[in-house]
Nanobody, 115 residues
């Protein structure tokens, strides 16, 4: 059974930092592209960051230079370090694992940034 379990969300003031974690089980972690998405109230889910199975990373323009995606293959865990947080970063953050034929989601973790 595939599970993606996010943690690390919470309430933080603008300018602060949080680190999200996503622990994966039931998949060959190193073969998957891992990503983070977010969904704010009343808005569609949007892509935030991704890490290809090769290790290549990419970021949405809105978070570039502030967020960093990384992984620990030994722990089957992907992280999202979020710095210089803004109120507009407030959303539920979801972990995603995908290959060409598989696509899995975590349950999400709430991030709230107060002004």
């Amino acid at each position: 059974q595939v599970q993606l379990v996010e943690s690390g969300g919470g309430l933080v003031q603008a300018g602060g930092s949080l680190r999200l974690s996503c622990a994966a089980s039931g998949i060959s972690f190193s073969m998957y592209a891992m990503g983070w998405y977010r969904q704010a109230p009343g808005k569609e889910r949007e892509w935030v960051a991704r890490m290809a199975s090769s290790g290549t990373t990419d970021y949405a323009d809105s978070v570039k230079g502030r967020f960093t995606i990384s992984s620990d293959n030994a722990k089957n865990t992907v992280y999202l370090q979020m710095n210089s947080l803004k109120p507009e970063d407030t959303a539920v953050y979801y972990c995603n694992a995908r290959t060409f034929s598989r696509n899995y989601w975590g349950q999400g973790t709430q991030v709230t940034v107060s002004s």
